[in-house]
Structures are given as C-alpha cells and as structure tokens.
C-alpha cells in the first residue's frame, strides 16, 4: 500500500496528514494567518517521525487558497521529496472538499476586489480554471448552477456548505491513485492555483545620492 504524507496550507489553518492506502494514521492541524513558515515544522516532524519517514509519495494542496501560504506548504512538501528521494505531485485543495471522493461539485470563495470564484471539481482534478465572477453578477449566475457548492470561506456564501481544507483527503486520494494517473503528475511541478496573475509593484525611483 502507497504511504504518503499531504500537505496543505491553503487557508489560515495548516493541516498535515498521513496514509497508508485508505488508512489515516496521522492527521495535524496547526493556526497561522501569516507565519506557516514557523507553524509547519513541527507537526512535520511529528508526521516524518510517526513513519519512520518511510513514505513513497508526497501529495501538496495547490489551492486555491491564500497566495503565500500554498507556496510554503509546496516548498516544504518540495523539500521533503528531495530529502527523502521520493516523488511529489500536487492535487487542488478544492478537490478535497466533499464528503465523497470522486464526485463533481464547486467550490465558491472569496476572490477579493468584488469578486468570487468558482472552481469546478472532477474527482481529483479542477476541470478548467477557476472563473471569477463579479459579486454583483453572482446572484444571477447561481441561479442557473447545478452543482453543489462548497465553501473554505469563514463567512458563508449564497448557497453554500460550509467546510475546509482536508490534507486528509488529499493523502488517502493520492494513496489510492492508479499507477498512470500518478506518473501523469509526477511530471507535472506543483504550482499554486492562481485567480489572477500575480501582482507586481516595480521598484520606486532611487532617491538621491547623500555625500
């Protein structure tokens, strides 16, 4: 049975876990709004020691989800495949929503200036990117969805169930992941599940010299 340890730190709270096929033998959540960087190395011993760290897959959350922090949960998943010599792939936080595995939903959030988005889910895959929608457009548009929806968000939206996160989830799909499909994204780097491009400010002119 594939062991394999996830990680996702998409939202303010980080989450690690660890399975063995469909068997969870080690499930972490730590708080953070801005530090995961700090937060994660403990609970990531704790789970490296509770193997013996013998794993055959690292499985990172890619979001969507907080910028900053699905990157230090990829790097750090990144750092332990190195370390280990083992591979790393990375399965959309939003996937990992639902009660069941393998079924079709959507996940809403907040997408930031006046908007929201919508992530539609197919099993272990998003099925095409994240769309944002205009908040003042988004009443009209859940009217004709047919989906169910589920949100990471603190405070609920139109028609949502409200959930979270789940390493958990993420570790018992990636251990139950055909062989081709796993190879599939073994070839693919992990990359955070971007809304917009990322913002850039360019530098401010220099000030004058002082002698």
Not at 32 to 42: D, M
């Amino acid at each position: 049975m594939r062991r394999v340890l996830a990680i996702d730190t998409s939202t303010a709270t980080g989450r690690i876990a660890l399975a063995v096929g469909q068997t969870l033998v080690f499930a972490r959540e730590f708080s953070s709004q801005r530090s995961h960087n700090s937060q994660i190395f403990s609970p990531l011993e704790d789970a490296l020691n509770c193997c013996s760290r013998e794993l055959d897959l690292i499985a990172v959350g890619t979001g969507p989800g907080s910028y900053t922090g699905v990157r230090i949960g990829i790097a750090s998943g990144v750092a332990v495949a190195m370390a280990l010599g083992i591979p790393i792939i990375g399965i959309p936080s939003a996937c990992a929503a639902a009660a069941a595995q393998g079924e079709t939903f959507t996940l809403i959030g907040d997408a930031r200036r006046g908007s929201t988005f919508l992530a539609e889910v197919n099993g272990h895959r998003l099925e095409k990117e994240p769309e944002l929608i205009d908040d003042a457009k988004l009443e009209a548009r859940l009217k004709t969805h047919g989906r169910d929806l589920y949100s990471f968000d603190e405070t609920e939206l139109p028609g949502s169930i409200m959930t979270q996160p789940s390493a958990s989830k993420i570790a018992t799909l990636a251990a139950c992941m055909s062989e081709a499909e796993l190879a599939r994204l073994e070839q693919i780097s992990p990359e955070p599940v971007y809304l917009r491009e990322p913002f850039i400010t360019l530098p401010k002119k220099p000030g004058k010299a002082v002698n």
